[in-house]
C-alpha cells in the first residue's frame, strides 16, 4: 500500500519560516520526481516546487528565492524549507510522488497566524 505522509506546516507570522516534510512508502517503482503543489479553496492546484532523482529543481517563480526543496532518494523522502513566508502563501500544500503512477499526500496547512 502506498502512503504519501506529510509532516511539518501550521501557523506562521508573515516573515517567518516553516519546514514541511513528506516521506513515501510502499512505491515499489523508482520515484522519478518528488515535490510540493498547493492549493488555495477554489483555485487550482500549483506548483510548488519539485526535484528530480538526479537533484534537478523547478521552482515557481514567486517562490524560488525564498522556498528550497531537498531530497533523500534513499529514505524516498523531500522536504521544502520556505522562508520570508507571505500572508498569500497561506494555502493547504501537498507531497507529490511521482512514478509509474502519481501519488499525493493529504495536505498540510499553512496558515497566516497575524
Known amino acids: 500500500q502506498v502512503q504519501v505522509v506529510e509532516s511539518g506546516g501550521g501557523l506562521v507570522q508573515a516573515g517567518g519560516s516553516l519546514r514541511l516534510s513528506c516521506a513515501a512508502s510502499g512505491v515499489f517503482s523508482s520515484i522519478n520526481v518528488m515535490g510540493w503543489y498547493r492549493q488555495a479553496p477554489g483555485k487550482q492546484r500549483e506548483l510548488v516546487a519539485s526535484i528530480t532523482r538526479g537533484g534537478s529543481t523547478n521552482y515557481a517563480d514567486s517562490m524560488k528565492d525564498r522556498f528550497t526543496i531537498s531530497r533523500d532518494n534513499a529514505r524516498n523522502t523531500v522536504a521544502l524549507q520556505m522562508n520570508s513566508l507571505k500572508a498569500e502563501d497561506t494555502d493547504v500544500y501537498y507531497c507529490?510522488?511521482?512514478?509509474?503512477?502519481?501519488?499525493w499526500g493529504q495536505g498540510k496547512k499553512v496558515t497566516d497566524s497575524t
Open positions: 507529490h510522488a511521482g512514478s509509474f503512477l502519481d501519488y
